[in-house]
């Protein structure tokens, strides 16, 4: 299957779990977005996979207009809903894949795009899209899931999102993000790392894994190769299983 049709049929069933998440409402990494980047009020911006629209309705609050795109009807559908109801009236919403967006070049001030790319096929490209669309001078921001360099580690923790999530598709490692948008010719202004606690009942919960294949991740989570338990980290916290993940900020320019 397609891993686009995947990503529809996930993310269709639980769009509703997206907009809810406190993970995805309330983080550091998107109270780190709206501090680092040098927000315009006259600006149009685009964010990619907006997922349950967060993003979005942060970027809105501080520039003129937003484009919310994702690939999953349900899931716009959802973002809308939640954007119109915090009173919010400069979101348009699209259908887009990330991969090819139906913009013309040189449309957006700034693209975001936060805890989505890992369920895209090619990173690369989806960058160099993001670099397409911005202006000269325009600004791109991405947020996402990383894995440690070691291969090992790499093929374990991708391993155990994908049981979770079969439309996972890969967590890349810092470098490789780093890699793409030097081949795209965005110039990295600002990079952070931030450590992300999970809640596994919670985690796996968000798409629905029947009681079978939690049984696997908690196994996968508990027994995990040395260097891939070091950076999951699990541990038991007043009776419940908690880990973490580990996340980039990249924000970058394209060059006037």
Not at 154 to 178: C, G, K, M, V, Y
Not at 190 to 208: C, I, L, V
């Amino acid at each position: 299957m397609d891993n686009r049709d995947l990503v529809k049929r996930q993310f269709g069933a639980h769009a509703e779990n997206y907009v809810v998440s406190s993970d995805h409402a309330t983080s550091d990494s998107l109270e780190r977005l709206t501090a680092v980047v040098p927000f315009e009020p006259g600006w149009r911006a685009l964010d990619i996979a907006t997922g349950g629209g967060h993003t979005a309705l942060a970027v809105a609050r501080r520039v003129q207009s937003v484009v919310a795109t994702d690939l999953t009807p349900e899931m716009l559908a959802a973002a809308e809903g939640f954007i119109r109801g915090q009173g919010q009236a400069n979101v348009t919403f699209r259908e887009a894949d990330a991969q090819a967006l139906p913009f013309a070049a040189a449309e957006f001030d700034l693209a975001t795009c936060r805890i989505a790319p890992h369920h895209f096929p090619d990173c690369a490209r989806f960058v160099r899209e993001m670099a397409r669309v911005l202006r000269p001078g325009g600004y791109a921001v991405l947020i996402d899931n990383t894995v440690p360099a070691d291969p090992g580690a790499a093929r374990h923790i991708n391993a155990f999102e994908q049981l979770r999530d079969p439309s996972h598709h890969w967590a890349h490692t810092e470098s490789d993000w780093l890699d793409f948008f030097a081949a795209a010719g965005l110039v990295v202004r600002h990079q952070e790392r931030f450590r992300k606690a999970r809640d596994f009942d919670d985690w796996t919960g968000m798409m629905g894994a029947p009681p079978a294949v939690k049984d696997q991740l908690r196994v996968m989570l508990l027994q995990a190769p040395a260097a891939a338990r070091e950076a999951l980290a699990p541990a038991n916290v007043e009776g419940r299983l908690k880990f973490y993940l580990t996340e980039i900020m990249l924000l970058a320019q394209k060059p006037a």
